[in-house]
């Protein structure tokens, strides 16, 4: 059984930031599991924040690009959102999500409030 677990999450100041991390119980396949943080904001559909490809291929929402960094530890089975220079509008809950294959994984979802 593979999960994740989300932690980092928490109020935040409007320009500061935030560490997302995400603990994936894989064993040894992580390193070629592709990983993505996905938000969603109250009333609005989930979507894509940052994406890691297991070829190490990155992928940022617009809104992201600048400000997000997306990283993984394959010796730790741990991947992390690097948020800087955060806004009211990043306020979500955010998920973690695993992908190997045909099969994807999804974390519980840690909340992230941008208030002054």
């Known amino acids: 059984q593979v999960t994740l677990v989300e932690s980092g999450g928490g109020l935040v100041q409007p320009g500061g930031s935030l560490k997302l991390s995400c603990k994936v119980t894989?064993?040894?396949?992580?390193?070629?599991?592709?990983v993505k943080w996905y938000r969603q904001a109250l009333g609005k559909q989930r979507e894509l924040v940052a994406a890691m490809y297991s070829d190490g291929v990155l992928e940022y929402a617009d809104f992201a690009k600048g400000r997000f960094n997306i990283s993984r530890d394959n010796a730790k089975n741990t991947f992390s959102l690097q948020m800087d220079n955060v806004k009211a509008d990043d306020t979500a809950d955010y998920y973690c999500h695993g992908q190997l294959f045909s099969q994807t994984y999804w974390g519980q979802g840690t909340r992230v409030t941008v208030s002054p």
């Open positions: 894989a064993g040894i396949t992580f390193p070629v599991y592709h």
